[in-house]
């Protein structure tokens, strides 16, 4: 079993949809948790971190954590075709100074 | 505040030949992280490096790829004798001494011809 699970894609949604982006990890020692999003031939751009469980929201993005179940998860609401990238989840075992661990990314496609 | 830079942004090498990537953590960070992409495939995690030291290396081939980061200047991953297989996107990411945030650069694309 990989250490982080997330189904790759794609996922195609109509302009002003909700989007949720899901990765499941088997390591309870992670406490930190992130999302990236990369558009094609760029680097990965820090969107949100987390460390507590529950939500936490920036704008129109809000990143859930549910460490019970090993399950977290990134909404959209009303995205928008500029959305339209791969979503990369992350997370660290431990403290500052540790290699993050990503899952393999969903390729998210907003048409107009 | 400039972030992460990366040089070059493409590289071409030739079978055999020596291939060097530069990075420049962000102002005040000074843990860097090396990442290598392949197509269809997430970020693999090759090394992590502070200020003349190897942190944590165990995401790197035994052979012909090694890394620094010099006390001054940027950090370099270097991969001696390139083969078609080490064709990818390669990262550095960086982080502050006391977060978990880390800040991506825009990569190095390698091609071996």
């Known amino acids: 079993q990989k250490e982080v699970e997330q189904d790759p894609g794609p996922l195609s949604v109509p302009e002003g949809a909700i989007v949720s982006l899901n990765c499941t990890y088997s390591?309870?020692?992670?406490?930190?948790f992130m999302w990236y999003r990369q558009y094609s031939r760029k680097g990965p751009e820090l969107l949100m971190y987390?460390?507590?469980?529950g939500n936490k929201e920036d704008g129109r993005f809000t990143a859930q954590v549910d460490k019970s179940s090993k399950y977290i998860s990134l909404f959209i609401r009303d995205s928008q075709p500029s959305d339209s990238a791969t979503y990369l989840c992350?997370?660290?075992?431990?403290?500052?100074?540790?290699?993050?661990?990503f899952g393999k990314g969903t390729t998210l496609s907003v048409s107009s | 505040n400039a972030g992460v830079m990366q040089n070059p942004r493409h590289l071409v090498r030739r079978r055999g030949q020596e291939a060097r990537l530069r990075c420049s953590p962000m102002k005040g960070h000074s843990h860097v992280y090396w990442y290598r992409q392949l197509p269809e495939e997430g970020l693999k995690f090759m090394v992590y490096l502070q200020k003349e030291n190897i942190i944590d290396e165990s995401g790197m081939p035994k052979e012909r790829f090694s890394a620094e980061f010099p006390k001054e200047g940027p950090s370099i991953l270097r991969i001696q004798q390139v083969v078609r297989g080490d064709s990818a996107a390669y990262f550095c990411?960086?982080?502050?001494?006391?977060?978990?945030?880390?800040?991506f650069g825009q990569g190095t694309r390698l091609t071996v011809v």
């Open positions: 990411a960086s982080s502050p001494l006391e977060s978990t945030e880390a800040f």
């Open positions: 992350a997370m660290i075992p431990n403290q500052a100074g540790t290699a993050l661990i």
């Open positions: 987390t460390y507590s469980s």
């Open positions: 390591n309870s020692a992670f406490q930190y």
